[in-house]
């Protein structure tokens, strides 16, 4: 006999059956639960919602058939009706309610006309949303305040059956449905294209996500509808102003650096004979008079305007919110309308903000990488590190005390400095 039956201690758990997790309440028998309930009187909803909690494997068993069952019931179309609908129903009952009571053949004939336009309603709307796909093309870029176009393209799958009086509602996320594109007739295997403008009144990330077909074919007594699910999401860019850029030229140091220093720049500082590898249209011809011997440009190392701006992004615990968060979205249109204009003047730009963030853009990427910075920029709760000056402004300690977005923290503005360097190769 084993020796755990003997000394009436339990058998080793290896050798249980699979089953639900081990309880000490349900393992015990069912007999010891009468006796504890006539004793003590315990509250038995409440032991009830205890044993519930603790098993797991028991709520998942109670909660799958009811969402399997909700799954499987839910219904794949919406049904609405339009206002002659209504009329319509409304009239069918009261023929249907005199044919009963009156007994004339009359009326049941019209009556069976009338269910059989309802019927018939049913199925031919049915035939028209069935098999379609949609595709929406997003812009590659959109901002805030400007206008874009999004084209949205639905193709018909059936082989022999068209759809007609189709209408394409594009669903966004926080936003009402009050974009629509309605096709008239859609061949079979065949693709019609229809585009809706849109204005975007604020920057960050606008999420499509899905349709809603609905039709009213063929008589307009009811409006079926079915959603589709595509998610597609669109960067928009802050909104801009036009700004003018004072015209600035390097210091006496710089312009002695750069007259003084060899380089690729349209100045002249001077001529040598020519090496190996030279180009050759930097060949002085005025000055190669000597045969075999030419004569090459030397020129000076060109010096090109780079822009650094910083912002603020850090929001203090003790200002109001709303009107910080509304100065911030107007130096966040400041700092993209300065990034443009140097763009447009032919300056890169690099972009800091106070909690450590930085962004850069050249002539050759465009303005969109800062833009794309600023558009899913979010303001930052103080930091605890961060010291506050004598004026109550936050400065993030971990810039170095050069740094211009110091500046940026102190006065609460965007700051802008140029400086000279050589053109990146």
């Not at 269910?115 to 997003?138: D, F, K, N, P, Q």
């Not at 996320?173 to 065949?190: H, M, N, T, V, Y």
């Not at 693709?191 to 996500?209: N, V």
């Not at 003047?345 to 465009?366: E, F, M, R």
Request: proline letters at 8%.
């Amino acid at each position: 006999m084993n020796n755990s039956a003997q000394t009436g201690e339990p058998a080793n758990q290896a050798s249980l059956p699979p089953g639900p997790p081990h309880n000490p309440i349900l393992s015990q028998p069912p007999s010891s639960w009468s006796r504890a309930t006539s004793d003590t009187k315990p509250n038995t909803k409440g032991k009830l919602k205890s044993i519930l909690s603790q098993n797991q494997w028991i709520q998942t068993r109670i909660q799958n058939p009811f969402r399997k069952i909700r799954s499987k019931w839910r219904l794949p179309r919406k049904l609405r009706f339009t206002r002659d609908g209504k009329y319509f129903v409304l009239l069918t009952t009261g023929v249907g309610i005199a044919a009963l009571n009156t007994g004339n053949n009359l009326l049941f004939l019209v009556l069976g006309m009338q269910l059989a336009l309802i019927i018939v309603s049913g199925i031919m709307s049915e035939m028209s949303l069935r098999h379609l796909t949609v595709t929406r093309r997003l812009p590659p870029r959109a901002q805030a305040e400007r206008s874009h176009i999004v084209e949205i393209e639905i193709h018909n799958k059936k082989k022999y059956a068209a759809s007609y009086a189709v209408e394409v509602e594009d669903i966004r996320a926080e936003q009402p449905p009050d974009k629509r594109c309605f096709f008239l007739k859609i061949g079979p295997k065949s693709s019609q294209i229809a585009a809706y403008r849109r204005k975007p009144h604020r920057r960050g990330k606008d999420r499509h996500e899905g349709f809603r077909i609905a039709t009213r074919y063929p008589f307009g007594l009811f409006e079926k509808s079915t959603r589709l699910h595509k998610i597609d999401e669109l960067i928009v860019y802050p909104a801009t102003d036009p700004t003018t850029i004072k015209a600035t030229a390097p210091d006496h140091n710089q312009h002695s650096i750069q007259q003084h220093t060899r380089g690729n720049g349209s100045e002249i500082i001077g001529i040598r004979p020519m090496a190996e590898g030279d180009a050759i249209n930097d060949i002085y011809w005025q000055k190669s008079t000597i045969p075999n011997q030419l004569v090459v440009k030397e020129r000076a190392r060109e010096l090109k305007p780079n822009a650094h701006i910083s912002l603020d992004d850090i929001r203090p615990s003790y200002v109001n919110h709303d009107v910080w968060n509304t100065d911030f979205e107007i130096r966040i249109r400041e700092v993209a309308s300065k990034t443009v204009a140097h763009i447009r003047k032919g300056s890169d730009v690099k972009l800091a903000t106070t909690s450590g963030k930085t962004s850069h853009a050249t002539i050759a990427t465009g303005p969109d990488p800062i833009l794309s910075f600023l558009a899913l920029i979010e303001p930052i709760d103080t930091d605890p590190t961060g010291t506050v000056d004598p004026r109550g402004h936050i400065i993030h300690t971990g810039l170095p005390q050069s740094h211009p977005a110091r500046e940026t923290a102190v006065s609460g503005q965007s700051h802008t400095s140029i400086i000279w360097s050589e053109p990146e190769a």
